[in-house]
């Protein structure tokens, strides 16, 4: 995605204590910093943070994580959290790539990803937010048995993402190939979303169980 840079974006983020810029710190110690032993759930590349600021309105017993790589979106998510005075949630300046060593073994108890850039190009598959490197990062710090739930607009990228989540050893709950037609209820639209929508494209929606069994018999050799 290219934006354009803004040079208050950054100083912005910095001066309010919601924004982590060496999240490390708080690794194993998340609860308390948070304050509070309630489950703390991620969103991988949440852009504006529509989704994200929504679900920590509704459900203020969960603790909520924005992540993304650019300054420039992640204002917008803090000014939203802050308009609706909301304690229970966080945000992360970072290159997902790097999110290995924020969060001990069992930290997170869910993570959402939508509409992740697909990157269709065989050479740039790696870059993909589900591809199996991604996903082994991911099992170093969610609980076994808790979820992932994701949201695209790209067929490709669903159906391999689909084999990525299967090879992992997650567990399918549900699928759909067009979720405005499906049985599920409770979305939350995100902002890439309205965009497709109003395109007519179909939004495709799967939630996995994460397995971790493989990473903690790693960790066990
Ligand atoms: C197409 S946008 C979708 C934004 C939002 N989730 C939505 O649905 O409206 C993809 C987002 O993922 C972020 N992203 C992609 N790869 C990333 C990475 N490796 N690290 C951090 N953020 C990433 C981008 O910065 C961008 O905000």
């Given at each position: ?175 759909t190939?067009d979720l405005y037609q499906s049985?599920f209820?409770?979305n939350?639209v ?7 929508c109003?395109?007519?494209?179909k939004i495709?929606f ?16």
């Open positions: 995605m290219r934006l354009r840079k803004k040079w208050w974006a950054k100083p912005e983020l910095e001066k309010d204590h919601k924004v982590l810029f060496t999240p490390a710190e708080y690794k194993g110690k998340w609860k308390e910093f948070f304050g509070n032993d309630h489950p703390i759930h991620l969103e991988l590349g949440c852009g504006r943070g529509r989704f994200i600021n929504q679900l920590a309105t509704m459900n203020t017993n969960i603790n909520y994580i924005a992540l993304d790589a650019h300054n420039e979106l992640l204002v917008h998510v803090l000014r939203k959290a802050n308009e609706a005075h909301l304690k229970n949630i966080k945000i992360i300046p970072i290159n997902i790539e790097n999110i290995g060593g924020i969060f001990a073994q069992d930290e997170i108890e869910k993570i959402y990803i939508n509409f992740c850039n697909p990157w269709p190009n065989k050479r740039h598959h790696k870059r993909r937010l589900t591809h199996p490197n991604f996903l082994r990062l991911y099992q170093t710090f969610a609980k076994h048995g808790s979820e992932i739930w994701f949201k695209t607009d790209d067929q490709l990228l669903f159906t391999d993402s689909l084999g990525y989540f299967e090879g992992a050893g997650f567990n399918e709950l549900y699928r190939y049985d209820h409770g939350i995100t902002e890439y979303e309205e965009r497709f109003k395109q007519g494209i495709k799967s939630r996995f169980k994460i397995n971790t069994y493989n990473i903690l018999a790693d960790a066990k050799k």
